[in-house]
């Protein structure tokens, strides 16, 4: 396999971060120092101008770029790269006092005044006017530059407009998703309730905080539409910079499980995915552990959404952040674990949030490479140096990507209608929290899972989990159906196919869409409970069938329902045995099924209150595959046989790490690369390790043993 470098121009990894000599003119003996600690720490790329407008264009339309031109040949000539920012993150005062259009409208509908960041109203003709003109001048300038590495387009996109420009493009896309029939959305939304039917899209408010807020279709599609409009902005700034010359990767920087925007979509249009990764860590009531994983899962669903490539860490913070209740220092050694991190997921970036403490304004005392002390010699310049080395050390593994087998559906829509939905509880929906524990169960078999979308290409994968898949896109029933019968392990749960895109409930028995005969199965209720509520489910020693099952009288008899493909499942089935009779508590949620499939087998039944033997976790064979479903919410541990069940059916080797340590694999032209992370503070020693350590751990036999916050790169 060729290796799918980012930058041909850099060896190995980039290491980096935003860079603000626009704060420092009047120092150039900083600037120069800055240059000489850059490369002492190993520091390759730098990120320029993400909120220099001010400094690019002091007043409109008189643009001055010498200072930066001299500051990008200068980082140049002494090896180091450039990634430059559209300034767009933030707006100069005289532009805002001239063209208050580009200023945001609450969902109020409220103007907000000149100041901060982030907050421009990403349809204002005024505004993009002034964009084009700064980003065309930049490209001009500096696209052709032998340094320029790679445009970073605006900063951090975010946020909701509902100002009246954005109101008329909210009535043009509705409009237009809608075929231009006022009555198509009347029935998508559901407007007969309380009498909310519209008779013209002119008359639709966006979701003012003091307007229109209870018609669900109309919130997801207010989310659904402003992705788009904040993609059409990131779109417009693309076109712009590549009009000038079109073969320069752009990127934007994401953040973590941002709400806002469907990362999904947006990701389409940029070359690279790049994010933003601030772990908060050493708090007593979240272990570090938990933590790291968290982080686990978002690099690999930025991973996953071009699994052909690495991806980028585009900041990270040296010692701290500012911003946060508690702003605690990482311990020693934990800079270096949270780099190799985002690296071993697919990463082959490690940049900075930011190279230069800014001396005042309000992130003054938010962690930097250089400090306001000036000097190399502090322990947080002397661990960002230490990483620079271990990323030169393993610099033969950079362009190396993942490839994973298992996978995990997480989409925006669906986050957003469970959220929305006035349902279950408010305090436990936590669909975040689910399909990331189901991710850290994989992780603890060392089998790192994609996180994917219902609309992604599932073809290389021959596992995939579905947790609470509450909203079904168009077709996602059929793309299920053949992943099971050409030979998937498929996984769902409670709270699945409720509804349809545009939110209203299926008809006809839930989950919708074929699922039901996919997973042989119907559900009729789902019960919210207390946390002092105390259900139980037994996992069953030999898994039963629909007859033997013990449904009580007063539930509806099991029916089976008509399964299409084999009756017989393909599967030599994982010992349960090894379970025998064990009792299993049921948190937040219990699903009663209705009906299950005569060739459906219940591999758990309820084990008290008013569910009490009825089926709480099955299996069918459906075709080639299997389908499972999970109808309550339990620990993942205490359901961890059905994943190795669904990896042994696929094939997939796993193996029970450790605890506290994470292992992924990236693959090179002619070698591949396991990381082992000791995501803990104490020594930990992990057996069944064969290779060389290119950081130089030892290893004795087949044992590795990592230190505190230790890293490992096998090459095998
Ligand atoms: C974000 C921004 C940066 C900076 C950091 C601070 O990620 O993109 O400009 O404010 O937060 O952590
Ligand atoms: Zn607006």
Same mark, same amino acid.
């Given at each position: 396999?060729?290796? @799918?470098?980012?930058?041909?121009?850099?060896?190995?990894?980039?290491?980096?971060?935003?860079?603000?000599?626009?704060?420092?003119?009047?120092?150039?003996?900083?600037?120069?120092? !800055?240059?000489?600690?850059?490369?002492?720490?190993?520091?390759?790329?730098?990120?320029?101008?993400?909120?220099?407008?001010?400094?690019?264009?002091?007043? =409109?339309?008189?643009?001055?770029?010498?200072?930066?031109?001299?500051?990008?040949?200068?980082?140049?000539?002494?090896?180091?790269?450039?990634?430059?920012?559209?300034?767009?993150?933030?707006?100069?005062?005289?532009?805002?006092?001239?063209?208050?259009?580009?200023?945001?409208?609450?969902?109020?509908?409220?103007?907000?005044?000149?100041?901060?960041?982030?907050?421009?109203?990403?349809?204002?003709?005024?505004?993009?006017?002034?964009?084009?003109?700064?980003?065309?001048?930049?490209?001009?300038?500096? &696209?052709?530059?032998?340094?320029?590495? /790679?445009?970073?387009?605006?900063?951090?996109?975010?946020?909701?407009?509902?100002?009246?420009?954005?109101?008329?493009?909210?009535?043009?896309?509705?409009?237009?998703?809608?075929?231009?029939?006022?009555?198509?959305?009347?029935?998508?939304?559901?407007?007969?309730?309380?009498?909310?039917?519209?008779?013209?899209?002119?008359?639709?408010?966006?979701?003012?905080?003091?307007?229109?807020?209870?018609?669900?279709?109309?919130?997801?599609?207010?989310?659904?539409?402003?992705?788009?409009?904040?993609?059409?902005?990131?779109?417009?700034?693309?076109?712009?910079?590549?009009?000038?010359?079109?073969?320069?990767?752009?990127?934007?920087?994401? *953040?973590?499980?941002?709400?806002?925007?469907?990362?999904?979509? *947006?990701?389409?249009?940029?070359?690279?995915?790049?994010? !933003?990764?601030?772990?908060?860590?050493?708090?007593?009531?979240?272990?570090? =552990?938990?933590?790291?994983?968290?982080?686990?899962?978002?690099?690999?669903?930025?991973?996953?959404?071009?699994?052909?490539?690495?991806?980028? /860490?585009?900041?990270?913070?040296?010692?701290?952040?500012?911003?946060?209740?508690?702003?605690?220092?990482?311990?020693?050694?934990?800079?270096?674990?949270?780099?190799?991190?985002?690296? &071993?997921?697919?990463?082959?970036?490690?940049?900075?949030?930011?190279?230069?403490?800014?001396?005042?304004?309000?992130?003054?005392?938010?962690?930097?490479?250089?400090?306001?002390?000036?000097?190399?010699?502090?322990?947080?310049?002397?661990?960002?140096?230490?990483?620079?080395?271990?990323?030169?050390?393993?610099?033969?593994?950079?362009?190396?990507?993942?490839?994973?087998?298992?996978?995990?559906?997480?989409?925006?829509?669906?986050?957003?209608?469970?959220?929305?939905?006035?349902?279950?509880?408010?305090?436990?929906?936590?669909?975040?929290?689910?399909?990331?524990?189901?991710?850290?169960?994989?992780?603890?078999?060392?089998?790192?899972?994609?996180?994917?979308?219902?609309?992604?290409?599932?073809?290389?994968?021959?596992?995939?989990?579905?947790?609470?898949?509450?909203?079904?896109? !168009?077709?996602?029933? =059929?793309?299920i159906a053949s992943f099971v019968r050409s030979g998937g392990?498929f996984?769902?749960? +409670?709270? $699945?196919?409720?509804?349809?895109?545009?939110?209203?409930?299926?008809?006809?028995?839930?989950?919708?869409?074929?699922?039901?005969e996919i997973?042989?199965?119907?559900?009729?209720?789902?019960?919210?409970?207390?946390?002092?509520?105390?259900?139980?489910?037994?996992?069953?020693?030999?898994?039963?069938?629909?007859?033997?099952?013990?449904?009580?009288?007063?539930?509806?008899?099991?029916?089976?329902?008509?399964p299409y493909g084999d009756t017989?499942?393909p599967?030599?089935?994982?010992?349960?045995?090894?379970?025998?009779?064990?009792?299993?508590?049921?948190?937040?949620?219990?699903?009663?099924?209705?009906?299950?499939?005569?060739?459906?087998?219940?591999?758990?039944?309820?084990?008290?209150?008013? *569910?009490?033997?009825?089926?709480?976790?099955?299996?069918h064979a459906f075709g080639k595959g299997c389908a499972?479903?999970?109808?309550?919410?339990?620990?993942?541990?205490?359901?961890?046989?059905?994943?190795?069940?669904?990896?042994?059916? &696929?094939?997939?080797?796993?193996?029970?790490?450790?605890?506290?340590?994470? @292992?992924?694999?990236?693959?090179?032209?002619?070698?591949? +690369?396991?990381?082992?992370?000791?995501? $803990?503070?104490?020594?930990?020693?992990?057996?069944?390790?064969?290779?060389?350590?290119?950081?130089?751990?030892?290893?004795?036999?087949?044992?590795?043993?990592?230190?505190?916050?230790?890293?490992?790169?096998?090459?095998?």
């Amino acid at each position: 396999m060729k290796t @799918k470098k980012i930058f041909p121009q850099i060896d190995g990894f980039v290491h980096g971060g935003d860079y603000n000599p626009d704060q420092w003119l009047d120092r150039p003996d900083i600037l120069e120092k !800055d240059i000489e600690y850059f490369k002492e720490a190993g520091i390759n790329c730098v990120t320029l101008g993400v909120f220099a407008w001010a400094a690019e264009e002091p007043e =409109e339309g008189r643009i001055e770029l010498d200072w930066l031109a001299d500051i990008i040949d200068r980082l140049y000539e002494n090896g180091i790269y450039i990634i430059l920012a559209t300034p767009t993150g933030a707006r100069p005062a005289w532009l805002d006092a001239k063209y208050p259009s580009a200023m945001r409208c609450d969902e109020y509908g409220v103007r907000a005044h000149h100041g901060l960041r982030h907050n421009h109203c990403m349809q204002s003709p005024e505004f993009r006017e002034r964009v084009k003109a700064i980003d065309t001048a930049l490209a001009k300038r500096f &696209a052709n530059h032998p340094g320029m590495l /790679m445009w970073h387009i605006s900063n951090e996109l975010g946020g909701y407009c509902y100002c009246d420009t954005c109101k008329k493009k909210w009535q043009e896309w509705l409009a237009e998703q809608y075929d231009h029939d006022i009555e198509k959305l009347n029935a998508a939304w559901w407007t007969g309730f309380w009498s909310h039917r519209f008779n013209d899209f002119s008359q639709i408010e966006p979701p003012y905080a003091n307007g229109e807020t209870a018609l669900l279709g109309m919130n997801v599609d207010w989310r659904r539409f402003s992705t788009w409009s904040a993609t059409d902005f990131m779109r417009f700034e693309i076109d712009t910079v590549h009009a000038v010359k079109p073969d320069v990767p752009v990127t934007t920087n994401f *953040m973590e499980l941002f709400y806002d925007y469907d990362y999904h979509y *947006m990701s389409r249009f940029i070359d690279y995915i790049s994010w !933003d990764n601030y772990p908060e860590l050493h708090r007593g009531t979240v272990s570090d =552990e938990k933590t790291f994983i968290d982080r686990s899962f978002e690099h690999s669903m930025f991973r996953s959404m071009k699994p052909d490539r690495p991806f980028m /860490m585009m900041e990270s913070a040296p010692g701290l952040v500012n911003w946060r209740p508690y702003n605690k220092y990482r311990r020693p050694g934990v800079h270096k674990l949270i780099s190799l991190q985002a690296v &071993a997921a697919g990463s082959d970036t490690v940049q900075y949030f930011q190279l230069r403490k800014s001396r005042g304004a309000s992130e003054q005392w938010h962690g930097a490479v250089i400090d306001h002390i000036g000097t190399d010699d502090t322990r947080v310049f002397r661990e960002v140096a230490d990483t620079g080395r271990a990323l030169a050390d393993i610099a033969e593994a950079a362009g190396s990507i993942s490839k994973n087998q298992a996978a995990i559906l997480y989409d925006w829509d669906n986050r957003w209608a469970i959220d929305n939905s006035q349902a279950l509880s408010n305090e436990t929906k936590a669909f975040d929290e689910t399909c990331i524990s189901v991710y850290a169960e994989f992780m603890k078999l060392g089998v790192e899972p994609d996180i994917i979308s219902q609309d992604s290409d599932w073809s290389s994968y021959k596992v995939i989990c579905a947790p609470m898949l509450y909203l079904l896109h !168009d077709g996602i029933g =059929e793309k299920i159906a053949s992943f099971v019968r050409s030979g998937g392990q498929f996984l769902s749960t +409670y709270f $699945t196919g409720y509804v349809d895109q545009t939110t209203l409930a299926q008809l006809g028995g839930f989950p919708a869409q074929g699922l039901s005969e996919i997973l042989g199965l119907k559900s009729e209720e789902i019960d919210t409970l207390y946390p002092e509520d105390n259900i139980k489910l037994r996992l069953l020693d030999l898994p039963v069938r629909t007859a033997e099952a013990g449904v009580p009288e007063w539930a509806a008899p099991a029916q089976p329902i008509v399964p299409y493909g084999d009756t017989a499942c393909p599967v030599s089935c994982f010992d349960l045995n090894s379970l025998t009779g064990k009792s299993v508590a049921v948190h937040d949620y219990q699903e009663l099924l209705r009906e299950v499939a005569a060739d459906t087998d219940i591999l758990a039944v309820y084990e008290n209150d008013y *569910m009490a033997g009825t089926p709480a976790i099955t299996r069918h064979a459906f075709g080639k595959g299997c389908a499972y479903y999970v109808a309550a919410r339990t620990d993942q541990d205490d359901i961890r046989f059905l994943y190795e069940e669904m990896l042994e059916n &696929a094939g997939i080797s796993y193996d029970l790490l450790p605890a506290g340590i994470e @292992k992924t694999t990236r693959y090179g032209e002619t070698s591949a +690369y396991d990381f082992y992370l000791n995501c $803990t503070a104490k020594e930990v020693s992990v057996p069944g390790v064969s290779g060389t350590d290119l950081l130089g751990n030892p290893l004795s036999g087949d044992t590795l043993v990592l230190p505190a916050w230790g890293a490992a790169v096998i090459k095998r």
